[in-house]
């Protein structure tokens, strides 16, 4: 096989990952509410099991850079993919509310694995038009996003929430067998300088820098923002105004990530040119316009609160790219404690939207996120202040 076959063929791999990722992990939109009926679980049990799926997600993001540092991204592409077919297989059996949630936890320990499997294939790939590139890989998951809730609406109707997941093996399994058959690069890092660079500093050296947790605050605020739709939002419409999460419900996520597609394809350019901080200002402050509306609107809201996927699209690769500048060399090691920590925040927060529901009422726990937007935007006024401080890279290094 020709250099140039075999990096298309990794190149499909990639863009195909991306796709099966967008799509598996936002059925849970149009489903987690039929769940919700059909088990008769609490807001807070539903909240529990959200903060599972997000904590085994961010703990399978640490064990994928574990991994692919003694295996290769190959392996954790393989080991990300058998995790989530088995959690998709295992979640069509279980008949209880513990078992379910064993199941999405594999799911989601697959999807976490694909998360650096994807970011580290992509950083071998893209040697050329890096930013282009990339810009389309994440729109390879917006389109996975915003096909899943109109599919999984269609066929709920038709069969049943629990026939969805099982629908996503065999598209999982057409790249996985590629994905085995494939030559992946070989990691560098093994053998170049840049093993080097990165033992300089290790996580736990990571996890005592200010500047680490005040990012990380930041980015756990934008990540809960940016999940609090296709987690709650369903379940809000349902319960509160009586939409059918099979019609209404997935009509409003897939607009909600057809907008977070076109943001991540098209605000790339707009950000280079405003800039990154402001950029993420615009963003959050934009987010809370359009909650506050959306809310206030009652029912209609339902056509204004998607716009908040054009808004939270941003948020991820921008706070990513300011983290990278202040951090300098030191940045994969940086980012890398920053997503675990957010990870963790996010966890809590989505949590304490379960039992705001119960606690308040069915209409606050979706409705919440308006306050963590604000905080969000409170964290990112510190994140600029302590950026005036420049970073001391030879701060904490081990030789």
């Known amino acids: 096989m020709s250099k140039p076959t075999k990096s298309l063929l990794l190149f499909i791999i990639l863009f195909g990952a991306m ?24 807001y807070e049990q539903q909240g529990v099991m959200v903060s599972l799926m997000s904590l085994s997600y961010m703990a399978f993001c640490f064990v994928g850079g574990i991994v ?7 392996k954790a592409f393989a080991l990300g993919f058998t995790l989530m077919i088995l959690g998709l297989v295992i979640v069509f059996f279980m008949p209880g509310f513990w078992s379910l949630a064993f199941a999405f936890v594999v799911v989601f320990a697959g999807l976490g694995l694909f998360e650096v499997s994807c970011n580290a294939l992509a950083t071998q ?22 096909l899943s809730p109109r599919a999984a609406g269609a066929l709920s109707s ?38 080097t660079t990165t033992k300089k500093i290790t996580f736990f050296t990571a996890l005592k820098n200010p500047m680490v947790w005040i990012f990380a605050i930041a980015l756990g605020f934008m990540i809960s923002v940016e999940l609090c739709s296709s987690n709650w939002a369903g379940l809000y419409f349902q319960d509160v105004y009586n939409m059918d999460p099979k019609i209404e419900g997935a009509a409003f996520i ?10 991540r394809l098209l605000s790339g350019f707009a950000i280079e040119k405003i800039g990154y901080i402001r950029s993420l200002f615009i963003g959050t402050l934009a987010a809370v316009v ?44 940086m980012t890398s404690a920053i997503i675990v920590i ?38 990112l006024i510190v994140v600029t202040r302590n950026m005036r401080r420049p970073y001391k890279a030879d701060a904490g290094r081990t030789e």
């Open 68 to 74: 692919i540092g003694s295996f290769g991204v190959k």
């Open 158 to 195: 038709m069969w049943g929430w629990r026939q969805v997941y099982l629908l996503c093996v065999p598209l999982a399994l057409i790249f996985l067998i590629p994905s085995l058959l494939a030559r992946f690069p070989q990691a560098e890092v093994k053998e170049g300088s840049e093993k």
């Open 125 to 146: 790939l893209f040697t050329f038009k890096a930013a282009l590139l990339m810009s389309i890989m994440h729109f390879f998951y917006g389109m996975g996003s915003s």
């Open 290 to 333: 359009i909650l506050i509306v959306g809310f206030v609107l009652g029912p209609k809201g339902i056509y204004v609160l998607p716009g908040l996927g054009f808004c939270t699209a941003i948020f991820w690769p921008t706070m990513m790219a300011v983290a990278m500048t202040y951090f300098r060399e030191d940045a994969p090691i």
């Open 254 to 263: 897939s607009n909600f990530y057809i907008l977070f597609t076109a943001s």
């Open 19 to 42: 796709l099966i990722f967008g799509f598996a992990e936002n059925i849970k939109g149009v489903t987690f509410p039929l769940i919700k009926t059909e088990l008769n679980i609490s």
């Open 342 to 379: 957010a990870g963790a925040l996010n966890s809590g927060v989505q949590f304490l939207m379960g039992l705001t529901n119960r606690l308040i009422g069915n209409a606050w726990g979706y409705r919440s996120a308006l306050l963590y937007t604000i905080l969000a935007v409170i964290a």
